[in-house]
């Protein structure tokens, strides 16, 4: 009973993605990145919409500088005042339930 109960909550959740703004692979065939730094997903279920961007030399952490820098790393020439340019604008771009802050 309780399976069928967590099958049914995991396909309420199940978010299709239903139309991209690319169909070029972040990967080639080879397992090489490739140099797509930008996806975003649109008519996705709920409504909801899903943006996924490539940092250019970056690790997993806060940047507090701005990453539209050429020549800087990380770096995504997509990142502008729109989006933010430091992971704090980013995020609080993102939601506004997430409060612009640094850490």
């Given amino acids: 009973?309780?399976?069928?109960?967590?099958?049914?909550?995991?396909?309420?959740?199940?978010?299709?993605?239903?139309?991209?703004?690319?169909?070029?692979?972040?990967?080639?065939?080879?397992?090489?990145?490739?140099?797509?730094?930008?996806?975003?997903?649109?008519?996705?279920?709920?409504?909801?919409?899903v943006k996924f961007y490539k940092l250019v030399g970056g690790i997993h952490t806060w940047y507090t500088t701005p990453m539209n820098v050429a020549d800087q790393a990380p770096f995504n020439p997509d990142f502008n005042s729109a989006t933010g340019i430091t992971t704090s604008e980013i995020l609080g771009s993102f939601s506004p339930l997430i409060p612009n802050c640094e850490r």
């Fill in 1 to 49: 009973m309780a399976r069928k109960r967590l099958n049914r909550r995991a396909e309420r959740a199940k978010v299709e993605l239903r139309t991209f703004d690319t169909t070029a692979p972040l990967c080639d065939s080879q397992g090489n990145i490739t140099s797509v730094v930008e996806k975003d997903a649109t008519n996705c279920s709920g409504k909801t919409e």
